[in-house]
């Protein structure tokens, strides 16, 4: 069945809230003078979801954060909680990237108790997965991806889990300019599919799974164009409106 991509930029740790808002307005600028079918997300830092969010607020260019606590409030200090994020514009909010992973701790687990809460509050969950490059070289990636989608997805229904996107993400391509080839995306993705639909049924064919690792408009067109990729999340690339833009075409 035909998925609405979706093309989300990951700012990471960069930008300051005047260079955020300026990026987010180039970007729609852009966007009202080529419209595209493609969902379009931008996913500033903390501090500059509001004002991004606000720049943003008459264009249908999405706002999400790049993490939230599990809990509403609490004595969490230097988190945010998914209903600020809300309260502050985000309507996406990612879950799991690797290097939430790699550098604080993140496990499947708490991945889990993460996409409870933003489906209570409404937000759209971006979860990532994705396999190291030493765990590919081992022959591991089906297990370390069956791993973490049942992980992340234990205890739900599939009714819940409608508004679900999926980022897959192998961690050996991330902000290191190799790409995987469209066949390895492709056998990933496929891969991907077949776990969700043991997980949730028929809904499996709704749930937009996304490519991300070093997505540039020079390869973003091949990668989309494989029948279950369904959208990039982009890093680098995100950063330069020009850039974003050209990948956010290439999803027509």
């Known amino acids: ?60 260019v999405g706002v999400g954060v790049q993490h939230a606590h599990w809990e509403d409030k609490g004595a969490f200090t230097g988190e945010i909680s998914m209903p600020l994020a809300k309260a502050a514009g985000a309507r996406f909010v990612i879950i799991g990237h690797s290097e939430r992973r790699q550098y604080f701790g993140e496990s499947d687990a708490t991945v889990n108790k993460r996409l409870a809460a933003a489906l209570k509050h409404g937000l759209t969950p971006i979860v990532c997965i994705g396999e190291t490059l030493e765990e590919r070289q081992a022959g591991r990636l089906q297990e370390v991806l069956e791993r973490q989608v049942r992980g992340a997805l234990a205890g739900f229904t599939a009714e819940q889990l409608r508004p679900l996107v999926i980022a897959y993400e192998p961690v050996w391509a991330i902000g290191t300019g190799v790409v995987a080839t469209t066949a390895q995306a492709q ?53 330069k409106a020009a850039d974003f833009l050209a990948i956010v075409a290439a999803a027509r």
């Open 1 to 60: 069945m035909a998925r609405r991509p979706l093309i989300a930029g990951n700012w990471k740790l960069h930008l300051t809230v005047a260079e955020s808002t300026a990026l987010a307005a180039a970007v729609a600028q852009g966007l009202a003078q080529s419209p595209t079918a493609a969902e379009v997300v931008v996913c500033p830092t903390a501090l500059a979801v509001a004002p991004v969010a606000a720049t943003l607020a008459q264009s249908p």
């Open 187 to 239: 056998e990933a993705h496929a891969f991907v599919r077949g776990l969700l639909r043991a997980v949730v049924g028929d809904l499996a064919d709704e749930i937009r799974i996304q490519y991300g690792g070093s997505v540039k408009p020079d390869n973003a067109r091949d990668l989309l164009a494989q029948p279950d990729v369904d959208g990039a999340l982009v890093g680098g690339a995100s950063l």
